[in-house]
């Protein structure tokens, strides 16, 4: 086990009675508050319509639109809005999405330059960070609980990401019933979202770490065990709410204390997303076992001891193991009836040199994967 | 899984570098730093002298003295002095001892009125809490990142708890290689009061907590897997980190969430070192077993649960599997070689009639155990 510092000082309010919570907890920052959100989906559900009946004695402005894969774009005019209205905080009613969204919204608003600045310069500091917190629509990104967002430059094809300590929601409003309107391939996602993070946190060669492998296992059995009941059953609570807790567990810094990260697959994703409008989880259910097939060699252990403890699989050798393991997370993924190949998305090998160039020059994996390594995974996401 | 809230921000430094940041993290609360530490170990294994140093750019005054099970007479004397000495931050550098007894000292010192009322007036609010932080020498009671302090008032023969949010240490050091001069009983009993943690939180009848439950056994596994290391090989880093590190997680709040919680064993042994100065979990140990028996038919299906995925039990019937994994839980104490039965303390039945009436009088357990049931675990242990 590394050397390590964690700290997550979020609040979760989870269940069935979260959503009456929100007045009381939104009050200790201020009255005036900017509500952001996506499509609208919240005012067919009947969120949006809690929300604000929590927010009726406070000063409310909002700001709709944020799409998936959030654009700087749109968000320097969210941002417009925010410095004139000068919130005391922001309330982001929505998915990982919307909450990245609004994580550069507190950070530009008193910021004087361009709020792409963030995304490239992680020294910039503006003037303050507005405090956030969040009501969860959608449950994948663990953005609920952790510093990070995830932004991408529509003009210039580039999806990158960045996280201060202010950027930590104050709290955030998790009630499983909020998922129950979820599209099934929105459902789907958010479990191969979650599943991909705690790999990637989770397929590491660092010794001695034994608590940390084994509440990733116990995430990944979670979501074995409920992913497909939130498909079939999409109103079944328990199921909602043991995917909602893995989803915020799995990434505010707890499995990855003292281990080494990759977050190759993530990096591979980052790039397909930034040319084609494909869903982020729709690619990482594609690249996933692709680069588990890749890294086989070199993570042999720990890929055996996932096939194993997470799947059961009998077998004297590892490298046996590991096979099997890599087939049963093609199978898991697509068993939650999602595309398993790019093809299917209609995307083809036209960027794949410039993606391979962009992943080599920033690095990408632990170790760094080479171009060889690279080319190979993302030829075979077309098969 | 019930409806529940979830907060913690304590700061978790941790590794071979973490006592080199004392100084960074004390300085963000002012100059003026309250030392408290027990009955001077930590001037023999270096750690004082550690600590000094990173303190070396502050004022300072001590406190020493605080005893295992602390008790409130002792610290009412260390609460006269912070009152003269009003420190920005109070230093716990000891066990779960020293820590929970410092909660008391940054609670009572800005209080007109006796300490003991935080514990007997759960409403007692001072004017204002000093900040808490800690330098972990003993791993075991969790105390470094939770809220909760338990204290005996010695004259009374009361051993009770109370915590406040801002009990919770800003910040805790937390360096396994301070665990290498442990003597082996010591390392023991940190184990199984971990271990106890876990089971009063994991043995429970909520439906539909799949996640909690196995990062309950995560950490079961790692102290099973860890334990007897520590004591065969105390200075064997991966197994002290993997102690420590399970310790703190065992007792901050994650595996209790939207569970039931029995505590049971925890009150039983609070009634026997109120009453004689056995170390808190020496008695854990013998009361856990003997605890389970009472309650295998009511907690029969996790009980089973327990043997099957903890100690890898075959066996078809839930109730075989649960009496075999009773012997295994007996059977690990057992293997830190700490006394199984309070005879061997040379504890008897003398006060077992009024402890009992305690503990039926307060309630304890979850459902709450009845006199009888109360009456045949004390029994029990003393064969």
């Not at 709020?115 to 990104?141: G, H």
């Not at 050798?317 to 595309?339: C, G, H, M, R, W």
Request: glycine fraction near 6%; hydrophobic fraction near 40%; aromatic fraction near 10%.
């Amino acid at each position: 086990m590394h050397n390590f510092e964690f700290v997550n000082s979020t609040k979760l309010i989870f269940g069935t009675d979260a959503m009456n919570k929100i007045a009381e907890n939104a009050k200790l920052f201020g009255k005036k508050v900017f509500v952001t959100y996506g499509g609208g989906s919240i005012k067919k559900n009947g969120i949006y319509e809690k929300v604000m009946d929590q927010l009726k004695d406070f000063t409310v402005e909002e700001f709709a639109g944020i799409e998936p894969n959030p654009r700087v774009e749109t968000l320097r005019i969210a941002i417009a809005q925010a410095k004139k209205f000068q919130p005391d905080l922001v309330l982001a009613v929505g998915g990982g999405s919307v909450i990245d969204a609004s994580k550069l919204i507190i950070a530009a608003t008193h910021y004087d330059g361009d709020a792409w600045d963030f995304l490239v310069k992680l020294d910039t500091e503006p003037e303050k960070y507005i405090p956030l917190a969040s009501v969860l629509t959608m449950s994948a990104t663990g953005s609920e609980m952790n510093r990070g967002s995830v932004i991408t430059n529509w003009t210039e094809h580039i999806k990158t990401h960045f996280g201060k300590e202010q950027t930590l929601p104050k709290f955030s409003i998790l009630d499983p019933q909020n998922l129950y309107s979820l599209p099934s391939d929105q459902s789907a996602y958010g479990v191969i979202d979650t599943y991909s993070h705690i790999l990637e946190q989770y397929i590491n060669t660092t010794k001695d770490a034994p608590l940390q492998d084994r509440w990733s296992e116990g995430v990944l059995h979670t979501l074995i065990e409920n992913g497909s009941i939130t498909i079939s059953d999409p109103k079944n609570y328990a199921a909602r709410a043991n995917i909602m807790l893995s989803a915020t567990m799995a990434l505010n810094g707890l499995v990855a204390m003292g281990v080494d990260q990759d977050w190759a697959t993530h990096g591979i994703e980052h790039q397909f997303s930034a040319f084609y409008d494909i869903p982020h989880a729709a690619g990482l259910a594609i690249i996933t076992p692709r680069w588990m097939k890749v890294v086989k060699e070199s993570k042999l252990a720990k890929l055996a001891q996932y096939g194993r403890r997470v799947f059961n699989i009998a077998g004297t050798s590892d490298a046996e193991v590991a096979e099997l393991a890599i087939a049963a997370t093609y199978d898991f993924f697509k068993s939650l009836q999602v595309k398993m190949s790019m093809t299917e998305w209609n995307i083809d090998n036209k960027h794949f040199a410039l993606m391979t160039e962009r992943l080599v020059q920033h690095g990408v994996g632990k170790p760094n994967l080479t171009a060889k390594e690279i080319g190979q995974i993302l030829e075979d996401c077309l098969k």
